[in-house]
């Protein structure tokens, strides 16, 4: 099924999106069912940096002790990734016109928010809302009117001053 809005918002397909975000539920339920780990990957950024930096925070028992697990989940992301490249598209590789100091600016702010609001979106979205924790309902809820307002914001500027 097919309409202009679905074209308008996904001009290449909603398909791979729904898969993809059925693979991920998939794979974070799996992880948990079989090992009782949760999968958010701001606990696997620190846990990298356990192996770097010295301060406390990062040599704390729950990123030293599950580093290795996580550096190999973190692994099977870029494998996915590469695995529907090579799979699935037709072997082009995907770019964007965003300048490199944005998405580092972005990076930051995200890493950051993901910090201080103790887990990413995926962490909060995917496996707290999935194991019903309210603080996540809570989380997810504030990083989408965030992202709402900002997105709307700056297509608002851009449309303004352009």
């Known amino acids: 099924m097919s309409t202009p809005l679905l074209n308008t918002l996904f001009p290449t397909g909603w398909e791979h999106y729904l898969a993809g975000g059925l693979l991920v539920g998939a794979g974070t339920a799996l992880l948990f069912v079989c090992t009782g780990r949760i999968g958010g ?11 770097l930096v010295r301060r406390p ?22 494998v996915g990734a590469l695995a529907w490249w090579l799979g699935f598209s037709d072997g082009t590789a995907l770019s964007t016109r965003v300048p490199a100091w944005q998405l580092l600016l972005g990076g930051f702010f995200v890493g950051y928010g993901a910090r201080l609001s103790n887990g990413c979106t995926s962490g909060h979205g995917i496996c707290g809302l999935g194991s019903l924790q309210l603080s996540s309902l809570g989380a997810v809820l504030t990083f989408m009117a965030t992202a709402f307002l900002t997105a709307n914001a700056v297509a608002y500027l851009s449309a303004r001053f352009a």
Request: aromatic share 24%; glycine share 6%; hydrophobic share 50%.
């Open 57 to 78: 925070y990062f040599q704390a028992a729950r990123y030293v002790e599950t580093r290795g697990w996580r550096l190999v989940y973190a692994a099977g992301l870029i």
């Open 41 to 51: 990957m701001s606990s696997v950024f620190s846990s990298t940096w356990s192996w």
